[in-house]
Structure formats: C-alpha cells, structure tokens
C-alpha cells in the first residue's frame, strides 16, 4: 500500500495519482495547467520589453531575459506533464492548483522587479508582484515618474491579467470549491458534482472579451479627456482591475481634471460590479445589471457613505460643495471597490472620516468582479441570516425561508458566510500582532493588515497613508503582509485547507 506522499505509477489511462480521501492528486495535471499559465504570463512580459525598446531604455534586457527565463521553465512544465492533461479538475485538486497557480505566478512576475536597473530585493520585489497580481495596489516604489516605462506597463499589466485571474477564480473555481458560501453563484459553468466541465472554456472568453471591452472603453475616454496615450492606457488598466497601481507618485491626484475623476468614478464602479452581467447584457439583451441584489446593495452602500462624507465635510469644514462632492466620490469610490487611488490625503478630514474609511476598507464590491474585501453577497446573506435568526427567537417554530437572487440560501451557506467573516477578522487580528511585532506603530500595523488582507491597497498613517508608500516598511512586515494578501484574494480557506496534514492524506 503507498505512503501518503507516494505518487503511484501511471494507471491505464496515463494519470499518476497522490490518493487520499475525497479524491485523488495528479500532480502533472496540476504541473501541466500552472506550466501553462506561466507560458501567457511569458506572453505579458512581451508589452514593456518593447515599450523599453521603443524609449531605448536598457531595461529591456531585464523583461527579454525575465521572458526567456519564465517561458522557458514552464513549457519544459507542460511538455512533461501534457499526457496528464483532462478538462476535468477534481475536488482536491481545484485546492492545490489555485494556491499553486497564485504563488508560481507571483514568483515569477517578481523576476523583472530583482534585475532592473535599480534592482529591489527579493523581499520587495516579490510583495510588489503580489500587490499587483492580487490587485492590491500596496506599493514600495518611490520616484514612479522616473522609473523606464516598460517598467510602469509590467505594473500595470501585473494588475490586468491578476484582475481577469479573480474573475474566473470567482466564477469558476470558488463556488466548485464551495469557499466562503460561494456555492451560491455555481453557472452553468460549473458541475454540482465534484468536477469541473468543458463549458468553462467558453465562458472565461466571454468574460474575457468583456473585460478587455471595458478596459478599451476606459482608456479611450481617459485619452478623449487630455490623458497622455500612456497614461491612459496604464490607468485604464489598473481603473478596469480595481488595482489603483499609477505612473505617478501622486496617484490619480497627478491629474488635475475633474472630468478625469468624474470618468475614474465611473469605471471604477464598473470594475466592481459582476462581469458575467456584461455577459449577459451583451448575449440576452436584458438590462440585469440594476435588478441585481448585489449591484442594488453595493451602489446603496456606496451612495450612503459620499452622502454623509460630502455632508460631514461641507458642514464641518466648511468646503465648497462642487470639491467636497468630487473628492470624496472619487476617494470612497476608490476605496469601497478596493482600487486605492487617491486624489488627496483623506486621513486629513477629520476622525469621521479616518474611521468611515476604515470601515470601507472591509466592504468591496460584487462577487464576479475584480474587487476585493468582503463582498456585498456575504453582507446581504449575514443581515438576511440574523434577521431570521430574530424572527426565530420571536416564533421558535416559524420555519423563515432565505432566498438570494432566486436561489434557496441554505444553512450550510450561511454557516460558509459567517466562517469567512470570522476568519477574516480572526487573520486581521493575528497579522496586526505579528506586523506590529516587527517594530511598526500599532494604527500602521492595523491599517496596513486590514489593506492588505482586503486587497484594498493604501492605509491608515504618515507611513502608508494616501500619500505614502509600503517602501519603509521592515522586511519581514512585507512578507507577513503578501501572505495577507495572498490569503484575502484566495479567501482564506483555499490555503487553509491546503495547509490541514489530513488533506494529504
């Protein structure tokens, strides 16, 4: 019989399996799909070696080599593995590819960050690659306006591809992995059973296509508007992902243009919202995107807090009621869909507004778009279970159904919500000690976990506020807060699970 780490000999139909309860592990399957994977991340390096070309800047040596490097070690991955290949993923084996894909990919995309010019270390440069593929947005990069284009575009373009890869994470692999209660939003992409189907093919090209739509139509506006061709590009980019990484240290306060903020804002929420209603919205015709609980509770939400921070700052300080709308629209906006650009310091309005934005930091947009923190569903599914919970106590033999957007919430998806929310609060307040262990000042500590773990991107404090950068941080705080990153994007039980010695055995 085989140990438990044992890979047993290929069987008739060429798999090679790590057996254990709940399904097998066939690690060229796994091999083969990250093997790939990194083939189209080789593809994206592609962009800034030319960008540097073009400016005759000698980085591009640093993406040429970076390219090869990459490319190289993942098609001698899929060529050892090809035979191993089948559509059909299972169960166990959904949970090691998604944790696997994201830290290969990350490792990876750091290789540029540790050989440029003025090269980072590995320290920096993986948290750089993390931040962006996870779109968080946390930076260590100082002197942005002087750093070599291509450069900038890899940012950039980390957040892209990282945005499209939360998406189909969200879609796809989540609610066939039944994490977070996210079984709730299983497509006709997805199988009940334990595997995932062919289907998922087409449909990641149909969210595909509208992602690259929207990012299109972002750019173009941002250049009609008097952006630079580059610029537009970038932030249209980074706007479209919910990423907030930008080509200035000033972030979007670099560009002066209402008309600018006002078109960030728009983009911004659209970034936030399903993308499988643009889907549909383009396939069936039907205007579902404002019948949708997720996208009625997020624009309320959102409505709600400008509202009182537009009031807060024309009645408390007296600003002109035009600049007060505008910035704070654009700075919650900014927040609440967990972009983190920033047109000015908003810690500088007061305690209200330092602890607004706080809470901010915690709700994210919908389920299905590129956004992170906790997602409007859980919100709506938590007041929805508390509020039977009451009625409960009021009538203990009542029977109170639940129902979201037409599907049955069921007590084992109420019960995945609640978890999630627990261990997300419970990693909070872990990461804020061991952060606040490697010498940073507890609000640093607090707001820095609490953005990273949301995905949100700037903090609370002189250090990593609005206006400040990841940059001083100690190196070991940098790490602890990748890993919050890492396991907010994948949230948390899809590492969690991986991590139980009873999964391997």
Known sequence: MPTPHQVIPATASGERRIPGRGGVIDPYRIMFVVGMLMLVLTLFMIPPMLADLVMNNTDWEVFAGSAIITGFIGLMMVLVSRDAWSERVRLKEGFVLTVASWLTLSFFAAIPYMFMEKPLSFVDAWFEAVSGLTTTGATVFTGLDGLPEGLLLWRSLTQWIGGLGIVVMALIMLPFLKVGGMQLFQTESSDRSDKIVPHARQFIGFLA????????????????????????????????????????????????????????????????????????????????????????????????????????????????????????????????????????????????????????????????????????????????????????????????????????????????????????????????????????????????????????????????????????????????????????????????VVLQPSFWR
Not at 307 to 323: F, K
Not at 353 to 381: D, E, N, Y
Not at 450 to 476: D, H, Q, R
């Open 209 to 496: 296509l509208a992602y690259l739509t929207l990012t299109t139509a972002c750019a173009v506006a941002y250049k009609l508007a008097g952006m630079r061709t580059f610029d537009a590009v970038n932030h249209a980019m980074t706007t479209v992902a919910t990423g907030g990484f930008s080509t200035h240290d000033a972030s979007f306060g670099y560009f002066t243009s209402p008309l600018l903020h006002w078109i960030a804002i728009v983009f911004m929420i659209a970034g936030s919202l399903p993308l499988v209603l643009y889907v549909r919205l383009a396939r069936e015709r039907r205007p579902s995107l404002l019948k949708n609980a997720q996208v009625i509770g997020f624009l309320n939400i959102v409505a709600l807090s400008i509202l009182l921070l537009v009031l807060w700052r024309i009645l408390a300080q007296s600003t002109p009621p035009e600049q007060a709308l505008r910035e704070v629209a654009f700075n919650v906006v900014s927040i609440v869909t967990t972009t983190g650009y920033a047109t000015v310091d908003y810690t500088t309005w007061g305690f209200f507004s330092v602890a607004a934005f706080f809470l901010l930091m915690f709700v994210g947009g919908c389920t299905g778009s590129t956004a992170g923190g906790m997602k409007i569903f859980r919100i709506q599914v938590m007041a929805m279970s508390i509020g039977a919970y009451v009625k409960r106590l009021m009538t203990p033999h009542r029977v109170v159904s639940m129902v979201y957007e037409g599907r049955t919430v069921t007590q084992d998806i109420a019960m995945a919500v609640f978890a999630y929310v627990s261990v997300l609060f419970m990693t909070v307040g872990v990461m804020t000690i061991l952060v606040a262990l490697t010498g940073v000042d507890f609000v640093t500590a607090i707001s820095a976990t609490v953005t990273a773990v949301a995905n949100v991107g700037p903090g609370l404090g002189e250090m990593i506020g609005p206006s400040g950068t990841f940059a001083a941080m100690p190196e070991a705080a940098k790490v602890l807060l990748s890993i919050a990153m890492l396991l907010g994007r994948l949230e948390f039980f899809t590492v969690l």
